[in-house]
């Protein structure tokens, strides 16, 4: 179903019933003493809904998964949540007994000081791996954010920034609609930037068939006041993320902390509504387009990213084959510093298709370029042989910030995309780090 | 079989019987007219042997395979050749019809000029893909070639400049040993720097369970005056290149032309020998000592690289799996980086394993490093958790130019290694070429 929905400011509280902050506390400087703070960023957030929400979440599928993704997962598959604290600046990642109780107690914690039920708290982490929290300064931001909590757009921006790490800038969405004959609101705010192939599920379990090579740490955290059972908003969330989140890619690295949340506080008053109908389409087609809007601001603020293409793979033997052909020309070095050159390279393209686990033939590919969601494709490849599109057309074709990048692979009926990034020195300055400066070390 | 060699010189004139001689044929120019041929680089190569050879190959399993390729599968199961002919500037892949007439012109016109019989010629190419060979330029430079031919350490090095591409420097090695009572030399050429993760078998066909991601151009040229049967050199050079071409990566993309040839012309008089027994395990060790001296000298001067890291992965549920695992870390974008950053970050390796097809479980996971083939390991992680090794100490094993890296999954027998590089600006500039002056376009 596509459907227009109107825009609207405030993003995480822009539905009614929601409150959030985010503070400076300090995590950081890692600990070490020695790290720039970088103008002391924000790293620190809650937010809070007045009543108890309906809660779906999905999360990374990498076996190495952080502290907060393990809390989290057994809370959502409970259904109910009232809150979400999140750090920036540290992932809680492989910290053993230590970070399970850290977790623990950052819950714990939200939960006594906003004066919600025990179980009632999530939280998510993002930032160096292997290094435990400093739960002296969490503990502090934590008590110091709680009696900030409002719903302008300034707290909203303020959320936003605090779950940020290497991103240049908040991402944050929220829309209006209608549902059920009441005046819904959806808003949402993620973080991404490095370690960027998400391949979540909801209960972070891998599914049988793994896409290929999944990876990078995004967080993303949803609100509605929408009315929706938790089992239905769950199954709107999985499919949501299976055409937003999970087909972005900034490196291919999957990161241990990947977490997307949904809280839904039914405070809209629509009337509820199962799997299937109206009201489910309708919130699906919004709840899709908000994480999409989300998860294509994380490939534009990507680490070093100059330009972003979308791959779309038609013709595959299968669903799955489509979707190893796109992944593969998305993560294919040598395609991605091509596209950073604006090289309308199809050598390298095909070459990767070829590699990938995806059947392909050569005589029967087709490799084409367009504007952004444009019908009109400039195609350089027909049935494996180059067209007598002139060079200079391509490169012009292969030269602005945004283009899609169609193949066909004439095979079958299988179809998948991919939104993709360049790879710039950037990319590489940014993340080699300093070692003689720890805090200049990504996670 | 571990056995020393005594290192000679004449790379692939080393062993009595061969001859060539390598030179500019204005191949590299891509017929655009506007390239620079950055001082007339040599691009065209014969190497011919007195008498017709035993022959073996491993060819790119990529399904986008180049007409040289085609040409050489059927040509190499006959087991019987006399001469190859290479160029470099242009990889003749994804050229059609055309490109499958112009390999066999080159066979044809090779066979002719030397008078040797028909089908004992083979090709390689190696460079841009999807442009047609100039072949008014590869027909005189055939013809310019064959009165030059020779055996001395200069004929054997302009051979291993005609090879390459990216390269910075020719790449060559030959040994002498004894084999069946008589002195026997082995000798080898290759080039490769970029689109370099092999996956080669001995027809191109693929096997049942693919490596994780495989890919670039890799050419090799071994030369032997050992007598060897077809097929006993056939199962010699399987082993081999699995030890060694198929064990490196520069930048995960598999190559259209990945190609290692190995003639065999039998002038050494050994008595013929079997598979098993021991002068099959005294070949073996040579050719795998040949083919990991010229698969080491690949990653060494692969684009832009700076370090070299042996990725030695110990006790995978199954090979399998060690191979999988080996493989993500090897890949990784944000190890990669690290790895130039000099930067000890197991954090990164640990999420590259845990996304990796391989079973990981964090509280089995040792990470460490150490000096090339040293057993003196310093860990950074035991049992998934940090140990006491100061960030300092880390830091200086992850310093030098090539180190090893160690990581024992704990949870089988499983083992593999990956030789590696790491991913630099420099990497990304050279890729990205600059449209406006095509011949800086890369394969």
Known sequence: MKLKFKD?????????????AGVF???????TGKGSNKGQKRDLTLIVSDV????????????ICAAPVKVCVPRVAKGIAQAVVVNSGNANACTGKQGMKDALAMTRLVEKTLGIKDGYALVGSTGRIGVNLPMEQVNSGILATAPLLGSTVEHATHSAEAIMTSDTKPKQVAIEFKLGGKTVRLGGMCKGAGMIQPGMSAT??????????????????????????????QAELREAVAHSFNRITVDGDMSTNDTVLVLANGLAGNPKFKVAGKDFEIFQAALTHV??????????????????????VTGGKSLAEADAAARAVANSALVKTSWHGGDPNWGRIIDALGYSSATVVESQVDIGYSAPGSRKILWTLKRGQPTKATYKALCAAAAPEEFDLHIRLNLGEGAALMYAADLTEEYVEFNKGDVTDPATLGG
């Open 8 to 20: 609207v400011d405030g993003a995480i509280v822009a539905p009614p019933g929601f409150r959030t």
């Open 25 to 31: 506390c300090d995590i950081k400087r890692l600990g």
């Open 52 to 63: 108890p929400c309906a809660v779906a979440g999905m999360f990374t599928t990498n076996q």
């Open 204 to 233: 972070g379990a891998r599914p049988a068939a793994l896409p290929q090579g999944l990876h990078a740490t995004m967080l993303a955290f949803i609100t509605t006041d929408a009315a929706v059972e938790a089992k239905v908003l």
């Open 291 to 312: 994480c999409l809007e989300l998860a294509k601001k994380i490939v534009r603020d990507g680490e070093g990213v100059h330009r972003v293409v979308t791959v779309r």
